[in-house]
């Protein structure tokens, strides 16, 4: 006998001696048909739809061009490479011996960590402070730089002027090539600081110091680190000497900046505005030159002399800051001298919360300002977080000035200032007082 499994009932069973053959599965319903919309059906593109995206530009050459195409500071850096021949390049470019200070100091600012605010107002960013007594439009200044001119032939006259028109300070160096009666015209509304080595021949610091209160200088920064000259290795394998010399391997180098060669040789001949005429290395300038016999009492007279405002750049530690205080400096800058004189010096970042924690403790109102490793405006706004009243650029505005003259000086400035109206907005604050150390964390040392 044969029996029929029901298809509604899955729980049956075939009898002995039968086969379960089960029910076709009904058939699903078809997909409902739709139309493609228009902007996937595949078509020949027409020429109208095509000429928008065929805008080729036509090259552009120009300086201008040139550094507008450059939006950080490396690479501005990049530009002034290819342009500045190798041994003023490594000039600016370059440390003390392995260059692990520089290397640390440029790592500081990248081991942080932003912490932003939100759902604030930064429909407008103020970026302008108050530095010794005066507004400044920029939290940042350009630091004193040595044979400025030997990097490109505008020199000092280019980053003072810069510095004018941004409405920041200047600070003119004692081994400058320009002149403090020179830079005072060229920038005649500019805010003019100059910096001061202390010589051995104290008649000549003397004369340095009246011609630079003359001449309308409001602030007077003396550098402290440089009791001997710092092993620049880059300068001693190239052969670096004050000025360039023309030697076989120079003209070969020149083959490839001629634009820089050709501004050398036929602007004013390359000189010390502030010393004598002098030939040979920077090394032994600085061992002949420089006092290295400097005391807190050498600090003294200088108070006692110059009536502006007195700032000692070269502080490495918490005591020295505290003692140049002390000993009536109105400020002090962290510095180590860009990592061109002691290898593994401290950091200023590093040392900057301490520093600003001991003046709190002091209740002193003394200016802390600081340098070395700045290469971003994102920088300069850690720094200021920290507790910096204020920053100075070296290397950062020489690269601009290599890179073309006084309108990369411009340049640097311009990527500077972008750099920090744009991370303050993303930090959630409107104006330098508003940072605090809680908008920064320093994930390691």
Known sequence: MTHTIQPNNPEATPAP????????????????????PPALKRRIPKYSDLAPLMQFKKPEFSKEARLKRASTIWELRDIAKRRTPKAPFDYTDGAAEEEITLRRARQAFLDIEFRPGILRNVSSIDLSTDILGKPSRLPVGIAPTGFTRMMQSEGEYAGS????????????????????EDVAAAAPNGRNWFQLYLWTDRDRSLELIERAAKAGNDTLMVTVDTAVAGAR???????????PALTVKTVLDASYRPAWWF?????????????????GTVADLINSMFDPTLTFEDLDWLRETWKGKL???GIQTVEDARRVVDHGADGVVLSNHGGRQLDRAPIPFHLLPEVKQAFAGDNSEAAIILDTGIMSGADIVAALALGADFTLIGRAYLYGLMAGGRAGVDRA?????????????????????????????????
Request: hydrophobic share 40%.
């Open 17 to 36: 001696g039968t086969t379960d053959i089960p029910a076709a599965p009904a058939a699903s319903p078809a997909p409902p048909s739709y139309a493609l």
């Open 263 to 279: 501004n050398f040789l036929t602007h004013e001949p390359l000189t010390f505005a502030s010393l004598s005429r002098y030939t």
């Open 413 to 445: 400035l311009q990527i500077l200032e972008k750099d920090m109206a744009r991370t303050m907005a993303l930090l959630g604050v409107s104006r330098i007082s508003e940072l605090t150390p809680e908008h920064v964390r320093l994930l390691g040392k």
């Open 311 to 313: 700032v000692v750049k």
């Open 233 to 243: 290795l880059r300068d001693v394998r190239n052969g670096m000497t004050i000025p």
């Open 161 to 180: 002027r810069a510095a004018e028109a941004a409405g920041i300070p200047y600070t003119l160096s004692t081994m400058g090539t320009a002149s403090i």
